[in-house]
């Protein structure tokens, strides 16, 4: 039997990268977009607040924690949502950045669901010990 080896494959590294620079330009493009670039209100808007859960799933995300990645993938429709509401209601140049929202969204996405899938592997779920499913 082969053990697994302690070092992740360059596909798991990609798409933690991948998933970490999606966190990270989501952040800034939502403080630059409420801060700088299409405020609601002249000088700023609380908007801007909307980048601060972004920072919480940054930490889980840097030390490769599997259950971070998982629901994040959630976490990033609400993110999707916003980016699809204003890309079709705001004006230039508001809408413009919401579609930039939109596919760093999607990125994240994707980014999350192939590194757990890489990680757990292709039966992944039936490793999960409170499973109802019984294994053949």
């Known amino acids: 039997m082969n053990a697994p080896s302690s070092t992740p494959s360059s596909s798991v590294n990609t ?6 620079g999606s966190v990270l330009a989501l952040i800034l493009l939502s403080l630059a ?13 609380w908007l801007a607040l909307k980048a601060l ?7 889980g995300l840097l030390k490769n924690r599997l259950y971070t990645y998982r629901w994040v993938s959630l976490v990033v429709w609400l993110y999707f949502i916003e980016g699809v509401v204003r890309a079709w209601s705001d004006k230039a140049p508001g809408n ?9 969204c999607l990125l994240l ?7 757990v899938r890489l990680r ?7 490793k ?4 109802l499913e019984v294994a053949p």
């Not at 977009?33 to 808007?45: D, I, Q, V």
């Not at 413009?96 to 760093?104: F, R, S, W």
């Not at 757990?120 to 039936?126: D, V, Y």
């Open 53 to 59: 859960p972004l920072c919480i799933p940054l930490a």
């Open 96 to 104: 413009y950045l919401a579609m930039v929202e939109i596919v760093l």
């Open 128 to 131: 999960n010990p409170d499973s």
């Open 109 to 115: 996405f994707v980014a999350c669901a192939l590194h």
């Open 120 to 126: 757990l592997g292709p039966r992944g779920a039936n």
């Open 33 to 45: 977009w409420e801060l700088l670039l299409a405020p609601l209100r002249p000088g700023g808007s």
């Open 15 to 20: 798409t933690r990268w991948l998933a970490v």
